[in-house]
């Protein structure tokens, strides 16, 4: 607050209106804040150009999922029109770090899903996608158009390894304790799905062989694809990286 004076007193009118419902921009705040934002963007394009001028340009990024989803065809053509020469290092990883790496120090971003631990990271929502579950295109209950979590009953779901994010596991175990195989990647889960009939759970929109189905869940809270780095970390290239991603997963 009293930075905001000063720089009210520097600039020589009010930036705020203030009144008992609320804070607003005055048309001075709002020409200010527009300039604001252009320099900090001039800011970031100048310490990118540094960077790449000293041989350190580049930014490692984790992805966990389907590497085909448009958000993040979109998100590459954008970033690489933004920062044509930076070099990006992409780390795919398996469904037992939903952190992709960022936690364990690997990369420097993450495309991801939550819930996790968000513990000392910066979480950014992207996009919400409806969950289903996937079945055998022969069980019977792929010809519903939709089912309730109660009418899975006690068929058995894949597991995550010992010392998996329990808030992951969690939500992907529909809340509940669960019995089924112990399984690390999403091809996995796709074979306990066709060889034992295993409970798998997906967004919605992926491709799945023929011989899978997927029908949505009425009463399974939506998946959130997230950008998550580091807390208080400044480097400009994620800044810039979640802000186009927060463009193309919108779309």
Same mark, same amino acid.
């Given at each position: ?14 930036? +705020? @209106? ?19 934002? %252009? ?17 350190? %340009?580049?930014?490692?990024? &984790? ?5 085909? $989803? ?11 029109? =933004? ?32 819930? +996790?631990?968000? @513990?000392?990271l910066t979480?950014?929502?992207l996009r @919400?996608?409806?969950? &289903? ?24 779901? +894949?597991?995550?390894?010992? &010392?998996? $994010? ?18 690390? %990647? ?15 759970? %997906?967004?919605? &929109? ?26 208080? $970390?400044?480097?400009?290239?994620? =800044?810039?990286f979640v ?9």
């Amino acid at each position: 607050m009293v930075a905001i004076r000063q720089l009210e007193a520097e600039v020589g009118a009010p930036l +705020f @209106t203030r009144s008992p419902v609320g804070v607003t921009l005055t048309p001075v705040g709002t020409v200010l804040l527009d300039d604001a934002r %252009a320099l900090l963007g001039h800011a970031d394009r100048v310490q990118v150009r540094v960077r790449a001028a000293a041989g350190v %340009a580049t930014l490692t990024v &984790g992805i966990l999922g389907d590497g085909t $989803d448009p958000g993040m065809t979109r998100l590459a053509a954008a970033y690489r029109r =933004r920062h044509p020469g930076i070099e990006i290092r992409v780390r795919d990883t398996d469904l037992t770090d939903p952190t992709c790496g960022l936690s364990a120090g690997l990369v420097d971003v993450a495309l991801t899903r939550a819930p +996790f631990d968000e @513990t000392a990271l910066t979480v950014r929502a992207l996009r @919400t996608d409806q969950v &289903g579950v996937v079945l055998r295109a022969d069980d019977p209950l792929a010809r519903h158009d939709r089912l309730r979590l109660a009418e899975l009953g006690d068929r058995p779901w +894949f597991q995550f390894p010992r &010392g998996t $994010d329990p808030l992951w596991q969690s939500y992907w175990n529909a809340g509940r304790p669960r019995e089924g195989p112990v399984v690390r %990647a999403v091809h996995e889960c796709l074979q306990a799905v066709l060889w034992n009939g295993t409970v798998g759970l %997906a967004p919605l &929109g992926h491709d799945l062989p023929a011989e899978l189905a997927v029908v949505p869940l009425i009463d399974m809270t939506p998946s959130r694809v997230v950008a998550v780095w580091n807390e208080g $970390d400044t480097n400009p290239l994620i =800044r810039s990286f979640v802000e186009i991603a927060t463009a193309a997963y919108c779309r």
